[in-house]
């Protein structure tokens, strides 16, 4: 089953643009997770911002965590034609038990030059 | 220093066959899961293992099974192939149980059954 489920599913935008994703879940979390994936291929780790981290910034990107909404978003800021992949979130809960990781569908994020 | 290293990249099976997939993590990683991911949908948790020893199993039939071996490298099993296997399938290795850190993703195989 799917715990996160992203916003939009499909995201078309000018190159420079800025890119907004969001991502709902139902559980609570020990982390979240954001993931890039290019043509069907692996996933490239991009951020992960912990339940009691509200905002996380690497390079273009910023992510934000409202635990009270159980939602997440990410924003790619000043968008090139090699942002365009699907993006996942994913989340972690339950240390004590068995460690996994739940995706959600993806945002599928094209970058028209 | 290599990343997570999946092995074969692509895989052509018949129904029924049987297919082993393989997997090597970050040097180091002692942890090892399995995704399934069939096109246009996320990745579905399969297994962990952590320590040579499963850890967590996800949502799917008896005829996959997995192992992790003393150097911490790891095999999917899938017997009885249907057509509905046919997938991208995952390695992601952490460096400890609880996946704290983040996780690595090799670049998959991609299994085709026909």
């Known amino acids: 089953s799917q715990q996160g489920e992203e916003d939009p599913q499909a995201l078309s935008i000018q190159e420079g643009e800025n890119a907004t994703m969001n991502c709902s879940y139902k559980t609570s979390i020990n982390n979240l997770q954001w993931y890039r994936q290019n043509s069907g291929r692996g996933l490239v780790h991009l951020i992960l911002?912990?339940?009691?981290?509200r905002e996380k910034h690497s390079g273009r990107l910023r992510v934000t965590l409202d635990t009270s909404k159980k939602s997440s978003s990410l924003l790619i800021t000043a968008s090139r034609a090699a942002d365009t992949a699907s993006y996942f979130c994913?989340?972690?809960?339950?240390?004590?038990?068995?460690?996994?990781?739940?995706f959600g569908s993806g945002t599928r994020l094209s970058i028209r030059p | 220093d290599a990343g997570v290293t999946q092995s074969p990249t692509h895989l052509i099976k018949t129904r029924g066959q049987h297919v082993t997939l393989r997997c090597s993590p970050i040097?180091?990683?002692?942890?090892v899961s399995w995704y399934q991911q069939v096109l246009g949908q996320g990745p579905q948790f399969i297994f962990q293992y952590y320590e040579k020893e499963e850890r967590g199993r996800g949502n799917f039939p008896d005829r996959f099974s997995a192992r992790q071996f003393p150097n911490y490298s790891s095999e999917l099993n899938v017997n009885a192939l249907l057509l509905g296997d046919s997938a991208l399938y995952l390695c992601?290795?952490?460096?400890?149980?609880?996946?704290?850190?983040?996780?690595?993703f090799g670049s998959g195989t991609r299994l085709t059954v026909v």
């Open positions: 992601a290795s952490s460096l400890d149980r609880t996946g704290a850190y983040g996780y690595t």
């Open positions: 040097s180091g990683h002692k942890s």
């Open positions: 911002i912990r339940s009691n981290e």
């Open positions: 994913a989340t972690a809960s339950g240390y004590s038990s068995a460690s996994k990781i739940i």
